[in-house]
């Protein structure tokens, strides 16, 4: 009695030292433990293998494995079960198989937890057909599958473009007797949004406020979201209005989301006000809210404010993410400030961005509309990476300069390059030649638009 109580206080220890990632100090207590006389369990070494999963790696969780063995202690599941989920944390999958080849091997037999674990995998990992047969095993195995088995399906689904086989899936459960909880309608109700559904999603929306759960913030964020992305603005302003009359907290996603609405509509005012109460009701600023403020004020015009933010970001130990620094850019242009905006984006240049393409398009929009096409045509002969909005951006400001031929080069080179232009801009510069005097030219170029379009 006195060994159990003295294992599970070392075993408590040990948790709250992994919890707090002094994972060092963790293993100082199994060796205080063992000069004492208090001998670790299965337990102990499950805690240890899932802390170093979770902060050092899974070949570190591993290592722990001949530890385990040599002190005579079999693993168990759950040993697997974190092996298997730190694999597949870092998309590992071979080491998932491995892993759970093992388990079978040493004649442990893999919970639904484990399934689910793998299944999740392969899903991340952009392999559905994979997924759904681990999904078809663990039916095989007579293990029932449980709440997290049938969100993993359904999120997964989503995630790889089968939003249809998700809603199926969703229906088929329902009339297998399946009561979904709020996570499952959360989890379709985001996969149809980001599918671009939004009447579906809010059909869902209205079938859970009637299930007798209550929609929370992130159903409706997620909604009022894909209401902005979709430009239904007034629709997610209803959404909004909804969330408040039913006296849902806000917190930061919803205030940014809309606000965001509210300066794409052009309600500066609007969405002042909310950015006032955001501050006051405490809400702790993160580096979206601080984007979605400069953003604001860019807006405005009120640039003195923006850089101040920028300030207060540093200040606040947070590091500017390429969106800051491409609101900043596009907000300088807007105000007409061509060199400063130059200026921001060399500096940009320097900090090591993956992709500075958003910026570089904001700058050549920017230079096109202050009449300075020849600059622009330079930063985007030095672009490395181009795309749609690159193209027709330029082309079309070429053609307002009605400078027509060199409009046709670039067009055709976007064309040849697989990218799509907007069929206005595309008459534009084909009109432009005709009425130029350049028929022949008009010609050509129709043909071979209608070619890349075939070819692509």
Same mark, same amino acid.
């Given at each position: 009695?006195?060994?159990?109580?003295?294992?599970?206080?070392?075993?408590?220890?040990?948790?709250?030292?992994?919890?707090?990632?002094?994972?060092?100090?963790? *293993?100082?207590?199994?060796?205080?433990?063992?000069?004492?006389?208090?001998?670790?369990?299965?337990?102990?070494?499950?805690?240890?293998?899932?802390?170093?999963?979770?902060?050092?790696?899974?070949?570190?969780?591993?290592?722990?494995?001949?530890?385990?063995?040599?002190?005579?202690?079999?693993?168990?599941?759950?040993?697997?079960?974190? @092996?298997?989920?730190?694999?597949?944390?870092?998309?590992?999958?071979?080491?998932?198989?491995?892993?759970?080849?093992?388990?079978?091997?040493?004649?442990?037999?893999?919970?639904?937890?484990?399934?689910?674990?793998?299944?999740?995998?392969?899903?991340?990992?952009?392999?559905?057909?994979?997924?759904?047969?681990?999904?078809?095993?663990?039916?095989?195995?007579?293990?029932?599958?449980?709440?997290?088995?049938?969100?993993?399906?359904?999120?997964?689904?989503?995630?790889?473009?089968?939003?249809?086989?998700?809603?199926?899936?969703?229906?088929?459960?329902?009339?297998?007797?399946?009561?979904?909880?709020?996570?499952?309608?959360?989890?379709?109700?985001?996969?149809?949004?980001?599918?671009?559904?939004?009447?579906?999603?809010?059909?869902?929306?209205?079938?859970?406020?009637?299930?007798?759960?209550?929609?929370?913030?992130?159903? $409706?964020?997620?909604? =009022?979201?894909?209401?902005?992305?979709?430009?239904?603005?007034?629709?997610?302003?209803?959404?909004?209005?909804?969330?408040?009359?039913?006296?849902?907290?806000?917190?930061?996603?919803?205030?940014?989301?809309?606000?965001?609405?509210?300066?794409?509509?052009?309600?500066?005012?609007?969405?002042?006000?909310?950015?006032?109460?955001?501050?006051?009701?405490?809400?702790?600023?993160?580096?979206?809210?601080?984007?979605?403020?400069?953003?604001?004020?860019?807006?405005?015009?009120? @640039?003195?404010?923006?850089?101040?933010?920028?300030?207060?970001?540093?200040?606040?130990?947070? *590091?500017?993410?390429?969106?800051?620094?491409?609101?900043?850019?596009?907000?300088?242009?807007?105000?007409?400030?061509? *060199?400063?905006?130059?200026?921001?984006?060399? $500096? =940009?240049?320097?900090?090591?961005?993956?992709?500075?393409?958003?910026?570089?398009?904001?700058?050549?929009?920017?230079?096109?509309?202050?009449?300075?096409?020849?600059?622009?045509?330079?930063?985007?002969?030095?672009?490395?990476?181009?795309?749609?909005?690159?193209?027709?951006?330029?082309?079309?400001?070429?053609?307002?300069?009605?400078?027509?031929?060199?409009?046709?080069?670039?067009?055709?080179?976007?064309?040849?390059?697989?990218?799509?232009?907007?069929?206005?801009?595309?008459?534009?510069?084909?009109?432009?030649?005709?009425?130029?005097?350049?028929?022949?030219?008009?010609?050509?170029?129709?043909?071979?638009?209608?070619?890349?379009?075939? @070819?692509?």
């Amino acid at each position: 009695m006195v060994c159990g109580l003295s294992t599970r206080l070392l075993n408590i220890c040990i948790a709250s030292f992994c919890k707090a990632q002094q994972l060092e100090k963790a *293993e100082a207590v199994i060796i205080d433990g063992l000069r004492l006389g208090v001998l670790p369990n299965v337990v102990t070494y499950n805690t240890l293998i899932d802390a170093h999963c979770r902060f050092v790696g899974t070949d570190a969780a591993y290592s722990i494995l001949y530890r385990m063995r040599e002190a005579g202690i079999s693993p168990d599941v759950v040993t697997y079960n974190s @092996l298997l989920a730190g694999a597949a944390r870092n998309c590992l999958l071979s080491r998932c198989l491995d892993l759970f080849e093992e388990m079978l091997q040493s004649g442990i037999h893999p919970d639904v937890w484990s399934y689910n674990t793998l299944m999740h995998c392969f899903f991340k990992l952009g392999k559905p057909d994979e997924a759904y047969r681990v999904f078809q095993d663990i039916i095989l195995s007579n293990l029932s599958p449980d709440l997290a088995t049938f969100n993993i399906m359904i999120n997964g689904l989503c995630k790889n473009g089968y939003t249809d086989n998700a809603l199926g899936l969703f229906r088929n459960l329902q009339r297998h007797g399946f009561v979904p909880k709020l996570v499952t309608y959360n989890i379709l109700i985001d996969g149809l949004c980001k599918a671009g559904r939004l009447g579906a999603a809010r059909r869902i929306l209205k079938e859970l406020g009637e299930s007798g759960y209550q929609p929370n913030a992130i159903t $409706y964020t997620t909604v =009022m979201k894909c209401c902005v992305r979709s430009r239904r603005f007034e629709q997610g302003l209803d959404i909004l209005s909804e969330m408040k009359s039913k006296g849902y907290t806000f917190d930061g996603f919803a205030y940014c989301t809309t606000i965001g609405t509210l300066v794409k509509m052009g309600k500066i005012k609007e969405a002042n006000y909310y950015m006032e109460q955001m501050v006051r009701n405490g809400i702790e600023l993160d580096l979206v809210s601080y984007n979605t403020l400069i953003n604001l004020y860019c807006k405005e015009g009120n @640039l003195e404010a923006a850089f101040n933010v920028l300030d207060a970001i540093e200040k606040g130990g947070l *590091e500017c993410d390429k969106y800051t620094h491409t609101i900043i850019i596009d907000g300088l242009c807007k105000a007409g400030n061509i *060199e400063g905006a130059q200026r921001h984006l060399n $500096y =940009m240049n320097t900090m090591g961005f993956d992709s500075n393409l958003v910026a570089f398009n904001c700058m050549i929009d920017g230079l096109c509309k202050a009449g300075q096409i020849d600059h622009a045509m330079k930063l985007f002969e030095s672009m490395e990476v181009k795309d749609s909005f690159t193209y027709t951006s330029l082309v079309h400001n070429l053609c307002r300069e009605r400078r027509f031929r060199c409009a046709s080069k670039l067009l055709m080179s976007c064309v040849k390059g697989g990218m799509k232009m907007l069929k206005s801009t595309q008459r534009a510069v084909l009109d432009g030649l005709r009425c130029s005097g350049f028929t022949n030219e008009a010609r050509r170029l129709r043909s071979k638009i209608r070619l890349g379009r075939l @070819l692509h």
